[in-house]
Antibody
Framework: EEELVQSGGGLVQPGGSLRLSCVASEFAFSSDWMHWVRQAPGGGLEWVSRISPDETYTTFADSVKGRFTISRDNAKNILYLQMNSLRVEDTAVYYC???????????????WGQGTLVTVSS | DIEMTQSPSSLSASVGDRVTITCRASQTISKFINWYQKKPGKAPKLLLYGAASLQSGVPSRFSGSGSGTDYSLTVTGLQPEDFATYYCQQTYNTPYTFGQGTKLDVK
């Protein structure tokens, strides 16, 4: 079964840094675009970032641009999200997800990681 | 950015009911819309992609339709496990924006 298992997260002070990891199994990780999505407490889902299979292309939401970086290690099947200059408003559960493209129909996110909580507070 | 306006924000229904949730995009998204079910403490679960394609393993009581800017998710014959929050998502352009969510609870 295709699976994503996340680690990292925790409590960090404003201005601090944290790195999230997401390990993929049972699918061709090196062939797929990967994404991060977050959900603030009591809020909705917010798309955060994406990375191309070969790391050539990365895209970020305006809310995290310049502070977060996304990367991957295709040899180890691991996706990363490096979060710097963290703000209180970055507090959320962060999810990794694989994007699957179906030609002529669209692209969707599946599977998803189990989520990891990041709390930014002094 | 493409804005996804989802309605209603909340909905009360009973087991066996038929319910419909709608999403309106701020521009045409050519059926690049997905629907997810979200339960507290769980990852989002993909229900439908490409507006109307049912994800493998998802019960056929879930269906989707729409085109251009207007899309809908319908659940026919609600089951107890269907009470959750539902989100639409456009994957036409980045940022891949989500609707605000519809919380479906028991009447």
């Amino acid at each position: 079964e295709e699976e994503l298992v996340q680690s990292g997260g925790g409590l960090v002070q404003p201005g601090g840094s944290l790195r999230l990891s997401c390990v993929a199994s049972e699918f061709a990780f090196s062939s797929d675009w990967m994404h991060w999505v977050r959900q603030a407490p009591g809020g909705g889902l917010e798309w955060v970032s994406r990375i191309s299979p070969d790391e050539t292309y990365t895209t970020f939401a305006d809310s995290v641009k310049g502070r977060f970086t996304i990367s991957r290690d295709n040899a180890k099947n691991i996706l990363y999200l490096q979060m710097n200059s963290l703000r209180v408003e970055d507090t959320a559960v962060y999810y990794c997800a694989r994007a699957k493209t179906v030609s002529g129909i669209g692209r969707y996110f599946d599977p998803w990681g189990q989520g990891t909580l990041v709390t930014v507070s002094s | 950015d493409i804005e996804m306006t989802q309605s209603p924000s909340s909905l009360s229904a009973s087991v066996g009911d038929r319910v419909t949730i709608t999403c309106r995009a701020s521009q045409t998204i050519s059926k690049f819309i997905n629907w997810y079910q979200k339960k507290p403490g769980k990852a989002p679960k993909l229900l439908l992609y490409g507006a109307a394609s049912l994800q493998s393993g998802v019960p056929s009581r879930f269906s989707g339709s729409g085109s251009g800017t207007d899309y809908s998710l319908t659940v026919t014959g609600l089951q107890p496990e269907d009470f959750a929050t539902y989100y639409c998502q456009q994957t036409y352009n980045t940022p891949y924006t989500f609707g605000q969510g519809t919380k479906l609870d028991v009447k």
